[in-house]
């Protein structure tokens, strides 16, 4: 992509804008920036010493290049006249496309992307791999450019948000673990947030791999959309080429990889992502053997079923990362009973009602909190005790007050965090903050 003298636009000015903005301005484009924040609250954005204006439909007008943040929806009204007008419109993703030295992994999926794309690259790095990890986690894929290498591993975290804009960038592999209803409050339909993330499997070429959950219908739909080499994985049947559960065996390529009680990571949808980043790191030219000892040294990501500390015999959990019904579900499935879970938060448009079978067979009671607690009290009522406790304090205070020993205080809210926090991780820090700060009982 030829970007010297071109009038780009950057909307939407986090780390992935201020890292585009700065590659366009790197390689001669004439960059202006635009959020609807105010200059003075867009750190990083100042030093890029680039026109700025707040985010309105004038500013769009000029532009013959648009490039948007992933948390900008591709439908606003301005972007859509703009396509109209002949202008391209392309994300973070796409720009970095032709300038990422190396082979490309990309993982998607609505649950599972940051354990496996750390996890990937963990037994690259163990193995003596060159690799660097970014994209939806960590780095921008824009500020990985510089560091990246002919000889090696972009291993890329992709959101839904980040893909719906993509027409050339290319994974070397793909790796898809579930697609689950998710961010329906901007993509609209389930429909529409599935194919965002297939766009990962059809911009692929003959010769690359796509490592695909057999187990997960639209997962294995891609297979018929993409020139890639399909992979597949299971943890519940077995299945050829790729890798399986088999009892409590890891089979990869039809031998033993390990054993599931070798996992360090709690949950059969942890087995899923071991069995779908051993693919990627086999193809990659990683032995059996390493892979096996990099995942046994592998540790739980923040604020992803991560273990917070023990208290009286009561343990306290922080999957703060579980922002849908599924994830929530599969946290749930980690632990066989004496729960308290904490849910509430932004709704993104979810139905909450998928929930009630398991939290009448596993919690005590569920702790509600934040803006879309009386719509999950509706959906749950009569399945499980519920307890408005509005905040995470006192949800917590209320959870510690009444478990006994062996119980367990979990955060899964199946919410976004943007009514109270401002994103999960300062949710999960905040969570893990108070249980840290708790004293043992009499």
């Not at 954005?45 to 700025?52: A, Q």
């Not at 990571?265 to 892979?291: D, P, Y």
Request: neutral net charge; hydrophobic residues 45%; aromatic residues 6%.
């Amino acid at each position: 992509m030829n970007l010297k003298g071109i009038h780009a636009l950057v909307v939407g000015m986090k780390k992935s804008g201020v890292a585009s903005a700065a590659l366009l301005a790197r390689e001669g484009a004439m960059v202006r920036a635009t959020d609807l924040k105010p200059l003075d609250q867009l750190p990083g954005v100042r030093e890029l010493n680039i026109p700025f204006a707040l985010q309105t439909p004038e500013v769009f007008q000029a532009a013959e290049l648009i490039v948007l943040s992933p948390d900008v929806p591709a439908d606003l009204a301005p972007i859509q006249e703009a396509r109209r007008r002949g202008v391209p419109v392309i994300g973070e993703i796409e720009l970095a496309a032709d300038y990422l030295k190396g082979r490309t992994i990309g993982i998607t999926g609505s649950n599972g992307k940051t354990t496996t794309t750390s996890l990937i690259g963990h037994m690259l790095r163990e193995s003596g791999v060159t690799v660097q990890v970014g994209g939806n986690i960590g780095l921008p894929v824009t500020a990985m450019i510089d560091t990246s290498r002919e000889d090696g591993w972009n291993v890329l975290e992709l959101s839904s948000f980040q893909l719906e804009t993509i027409a050339t960038f290319r994974a070397h592999f793909a790796l898809a673990l579930n697609v689950t209803q998710n961010h329906l409050d901007r993509h609209h339909t389930f429909e529409n947030y599935a194919a965002a993330k297939g766009r990962l499997f059809a911009t692929q070429r003959a010769g690359d791999t796509a490592v695909l959950n057999a187990d997960d219908a639209v997962c294995a739909a891609y297979a018929a959309r993409t020139a890639a080499t399909p992979q597949w994985f299971s943890s519940r049947r077995n299945v050829e080429p790729g890798g399986a559960l088999c009892g409590d065996q890891l089979i990869l390529d039809g031998q033993l990889l390990m054993h599931s009680g070798e996992i360090p990571i709690r949950g059969r949808h942890n087995v899923e992502n071991v069995l779908a980043a051993s693919i990627a790191a086999a193809r990659a030219g990683v032995s059996h053997a390493r892979i096996a000892a990099a995942v046994r040294t592998f540790r739980a990501v923040e604020h992803r079923l991560e273990f917070v500390r023990s208290l009286s015999g009561v343990e306290f959990y922080n999957d703060s990362k579980a922002t849908s019904v599924d994830a929530t579900l599969k946290a749930l499935d980690a632990f066989p009973g004496g729960l308290w879970v904490i849910l509430g938060g932004k709704d993104k448009g979810l139905e909450y009602t998928g929930l009630r079978d398991s939290l009448a067979a596993k919690a005590h009671a569920v702790l509600l909190i934040g803006a879309a607690a009386p719509k999950i009290a509706d959906q749950l009522q009569g399945a499980v005790p519920l307890v408005p406790a509005k905040t995470i304090e006192a949800a917590i205070a209320y959870a510690y007050a009444h478990a006994v020993p062996g119980d367990t205080v979990l955060l899964a809210p199946a919410c976004a965090s943007f009514d109270q926090f401002q994103s999960y991780e300062h949710r999960g820090q905040v969570f893990k903050q108070i249980v840290n700060q708790l004293q043992a009982k009499d």
